[in-house]
């Protein structure tokens, strides 16, 4: 992980630069990656928390330049409300993914969407948004969240992964509205693609995006493998098979850990691999 300062604009390439909000903690890695794409003007990709501290570091590293759109992979609190005063401060549009529509009766982790989001515009798969000298173009990625998208730069076969690929971690798919069958086909649809390096929202640039790809649609095969062995064994609880399966993980990352197994349970239910009675899962005889 590079030795990033929050608040100071790091160059990347020509077209890109980033600059790291101040909020570290064990899901955000070291803070969430704002990016700024553009030279003579501007997009700025996942402005983050709203905090004015943070905002005015944006303004200092737009540095006078026309902002032709704010733009948002994803509705989680650490990545969408610094669009709000960002937007206020430079009268730039806010453009990306579709709001949600949290008023399901599951269980849920809602603490961490952004519930005062909304977009000037909302990008569909392949929509784009331009500047001078560079082309950002929408692809959905559901799976973290229903509503993700990530962001193609061709000038430079660059793409802003949001949480979807990231290089420090695998991403946390919690249900209802993470959903393990789609983030899979998600990861899918990013292995023909030739792009060069992936801009994640959190932690370094991936420079060797597909591997990395390849590596993540494998472990997330391993992890229903382990949730199929142990269940063939005995009908187990969610807390029971996280204990087991993710020995040595930091105690905090437990419930996230919950999460994911659920959203592998199912989607193996769907298939009808798995079933529950109370709260044990079991194996499909």
């Not at 200092?60 to 902002?67: D, K, L």
């Not at 009908?235 to 204990?243: D, F, G, H, K, N």
């Not at 079933?275 to 194996?283: K, N, P, Q, V």
Request: glycine letters at 8%; one cysteine or more; hydrophobic letters at 40%.
């Amino acid at each position: 992980m590079s030795d990033q300062i929050s608040g100071v604009p790091e160059q990347l390439e020509p077209l890109v630069a980033r600059l790291l909000a101040p909020n570290p903690s064990p899901f955000t890695s070291t803070g969430t990656q704002v990016h700024l794409v553009g030279t003579s003007d501007v997009a700025v990709i996942d402005p983050g928390p709203d905090t004015p501290d943070h905002i005015a570091a944006i303004v200092r590293a737009i540095a006078g330049r026309p902002v032709r759109a704010i733009m948002i992979t994803h509705t989680h609190r650490d990545h969408s409300p610094g669009s709000r005063p960002l937007a206020a401060a430079t009268g730039a549009p806010i453009v990306g993914c579709a709001l949600l529509a949290l008023d399901d009766d599951g269980i849920r982790s809602d603490a961490s969407f952004d519930r005062d989001y909304a977009a000037d515009r909302i990008l569909a798969d392949g929509e784009a948004v331009t500047g001078d000298g560079w082309t950002l173009t929408a692809l959905a990625t559901p799976g973290h969240t229903s509503n993700h998208l990530a962001f193609a730069l061709p000038e430079s076969r660059a793409l802003f992964s949001g949480d979807h690929v990231m290089g420090w971690s695998t991403s946390i798919v919690s249900p209802p509205d993470g959903d393990m069958a789609a983030y899979m086909a998600s990861l899918e649809k990013l292995l023909p693609r030739d792009d060069r390096i992936y801009y994640p929202a959190h932690g370094d640039p991936v420079t060797n995006p597909q591997r990395l790809v390849r590596g993540m649609l494998g472990h997330r095969k391993q992890r229903e493998g382990q949730i199929l062995r142990l269940l063939r064994v005995q009908p187990a609880t969610i807390a029971t098979m996280v204990e087991r399966m993710y020995v040595g993980i930091d105690p905090r990352l437990f419930p996230a850990a919950e999460r994911s197994v659920l959203a592998h349970l199912i989607d193996l239910a769907q298939r009808g691999e798995v079933f529950i009675e109370g709260e044990l899962w079991s194996a499909k005889a």
